[in-house]
């Protein structure tokens, strides 16, 4: 089932949280909001999920509008909110079937979408637990059992591993995974390594509009552009410094503080260095004792686009 956002906007007052956001989501794919705190990430999804009306613009699921059918959308998402409110005096089993009466499943089916939500979030120890007893891991997968009790096609996670110490986010990182082999999902997350590690795509949204679209790959290089090396090269490091600096492709040279012998070097656009550095050694008798490319860090990429 796909996503389209087009043109969405939500104002509270004068403020934009979402301004003017498009973007499309194709059946299948595990995408992930990226952004700092208060950048309309939660915004966002409530108005997918049709949690709240947008100011304007439209979001369709399989050409459903929320505009025109908000019931049939809810129908088809399962939504784990932010802060992932819970009726903390219920037992899980009982929370769940009344998740699963509040979504429609037939009653014929209930006890089985119980059964096996049980043993898909890994909850059958502590079924029969009233909620307020569960750790915040096994609360957080109560929020994932009743966001799927209907099986619906499309999972809105809104910071699904929030508060979760890191081997419960190993856990839940997993099922979301899992997850993602059939359903299209969407979650956010401020934290780079998380969306990393559970999404196929990456929006990085900041004050409520898109900074970026992508796969942490695409992301990467779209702003690497330019060669950083480090290099070692044993022999005296000022005349090092002035040949390396001299080289066609090179456009600047940083001795590393504290490192005798240690340069960055950075090439110029679309320019190599390499074969320069390593004939200049060769021509002067120099020992080139090290020489490494240095990727761009996704958490360049992401501070660079939300400074
Ligand atoms: P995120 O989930 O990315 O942290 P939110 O979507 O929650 O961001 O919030 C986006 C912006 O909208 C923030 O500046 C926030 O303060 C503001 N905001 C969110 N909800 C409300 C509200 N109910 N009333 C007024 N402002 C709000
Ligand atoms: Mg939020």
């Known amino acids: 089932m796909s996503i389209v956002v087009e043109n969405l906007t939500k104002k509270y007052g004068e403020q934009k949280a979402v301004n003017d956001i498009s973007f499309e989501i194709k059946t299948g794919e ?13 915004t966002t999804m409530k108005i997918i999920t049709c949690f709240m009306a947008p100011s304007s613009g439209d979001v369709r699921l399989d050409n459903v509008s929320i505009h025109s059918d908000p019931e049939a959308i809810k129908k088809k998402i399962g939504y784990l909110p932010e802060n992932n409110p819970l009726y903390l005096d219920m037992p899980v089993v009982e929370y769940l079937r009344f998740s699963a009466e509040i979504q429609g499943v037939p009653k014929s089916k209930i006890p ?9 979030c890994g909850l059958d120890r502590e079924k029969h637990k009233n909620i ?41 990182r997993k099922l ?15 934290i780079l390594s998380e969306v990393e590690a559970t999404c196929d795509r990456i929006l990085i949204i900041n004050r409520g509009r898109i900074a970026a679209d992508g796969t942490s790959d695409t992301l990467r290089s779209q702003s690497q552009g330019q060669e950083l090396l480090k290099v070692s090269i044993e022999a005296s490091p000022e ?23 240690w340069f960055n070097v950075q090439s110029k656009p679309d320019a190599s260095s390499r074969k320069e550095i390593f004939d200049l050694c060769v021509n002067n008798k120099w020992y080139l004792m090290e020489m490494t490319g240095l990727e761009t860090r996704l958490e360049d990429v992401f501070q660079k686009l939300t400074k």
């Open 30 to 42: 595990v995408v992930g909001f990226l952004g700092p705190n208060g950048a309309g990430k939660s």
């Open 112 to 120: 089985s979408r119980i059964a096996e939500m049980i043993d898909r």
């Open 132 to 172: 307020n007893e569960l750790s915040k891991g096994y609360r957080q997968r109560v929020g994932l059992a009743q966001a799927m009790i209907h099986d619906p096609e499309i999972l809105i996670l809104d910071e699904p591993t929030t508060g979760l110490d890191p081997n419960q986010i190993v856990e839940i």
């Open 176 to 190: 979301i995974k899992d997850l993602g082999k059939e359903k299209t999902v969407i979650l956010s997350s401020h």
């Open 239 to 261: 005349e090092v410094e002035k040949a390396v600096r001299s080289l066609a492709n090179v456009e600047k040279v940083t001795p590393i503080d504290g490192k005798v012998g």
